[in-house]
């Protein structure tokens, strides 16, 4: 909570100009919608100045530019809440609801924010597919889903990009994705084929 609200007094030159959010950041997108995709936490500069989940940093560049290329959001590019920018059959969380210092939020505040996507799992009552950004979201969301009693195979499965974890009639499959953070697309380790190929895999299945 300190740190979101450090960042909104000390920020970057290039939004010096700009009111921060600085508070805890919602969903974006309708809980009737089949398709989650869950993150890891806030941008310090991006949703943390936007208040819209992924929205001013170049991991949101990445991740709405595919989800338009799979018929998933109304345009490729959102910079702010007011630019159009709408999710068709999608909806977007992450795990922890405030900016952490670099990026790594502690075991205390996940345990604190996961009764807000608990509730928020609660909404959703055509859930098909979950999508999970990186590995701490894909433990989070499978620590959930044992507890909403879906299908959790023992032992507990493997975070990787690509995993898929049937959860049983009724509940989500869940998509494992490497977290399009600078520090993977920059090094490579995820490219645009891969994140299109998670995004590919999600529509086909919601299409099947």
């Known amino acids: 909570m300190e740190w979101r609200e450090e960042v909104a007094?000390?920020?970057?030159?290039?939004?010096?100009?700009?009111?921060?959010?600085?508070?805890?950041?919602?969903?974006?997108?309708?809980?009737?919608?089949?398709?989650l995709i869950v993150g890891l936490a806030p941008g310090a500069h991006g949703s943390n100045r936007t208040g819209q989940m992924f929205t001013g940093d170049?991991?949101?560049?990445?991740?709405?530019?595919?989800?338009?290329?799979?018929?998933?959001?109304?345009?490729?590019?959102?910079?702010?809440?007011?630019?159009?920018?709408?999710?068709?059959?999608?909806?977007?969380?992450?795990?922890?609801?405030?900016?952490?210092?670099?990026?790594?939020?502690?075991?205390?505040?996940?345990?604190n924010c996961s009764a807000w996507i608990g509730r928020e799992l609660d909404l959703f009552d055509r859930l098909e597919v979950v999508v999970a950004l990186g590995g701490m979201a894909f433990d989070q969301i499978i620590r959930l889903g044992r507890g909403r009693g879906w299908t959790i195979p023992v032992p507990k499965p493997r975070f990787s990009h690509g995993v898929e974890v049937y959860t049983g009639e009724g509940s989500p499959l869940i998509i494992g994705c490497y977290h399009p953070s600078q520090q993977n697309t920059f090094t490579g380790k995820l490219t645009r084929e891969m994140l299109d190929q998670v995004f590919a895999r999600a529509r086909a299945f919601l299409s099947a």
């Open 58 to 111: 170049r991991s949101g560049e990445w991740l709405f530019r595919s989800l338009h290329e799979k018929g998933f959001a109304n345009q490729p590019v959102t910079r702010r809440k007011d630019d159009g920018m709408r999710l068709l059959d999608a909806a977007v969380t992450s795990i922890v609801r405030c900016a952490p210092p670099q990026n790594r939020p502690t075991a205390e505040e996940k345990k």
């Open 9 to 35: 007094v000390n920020k970057r030159a290039a939004y010096s100009d700009q009111d921060y959010w600085a508070r805890p950041v919602p969903m974006l997108g309708d809980p009737s919608a089949r398709l």
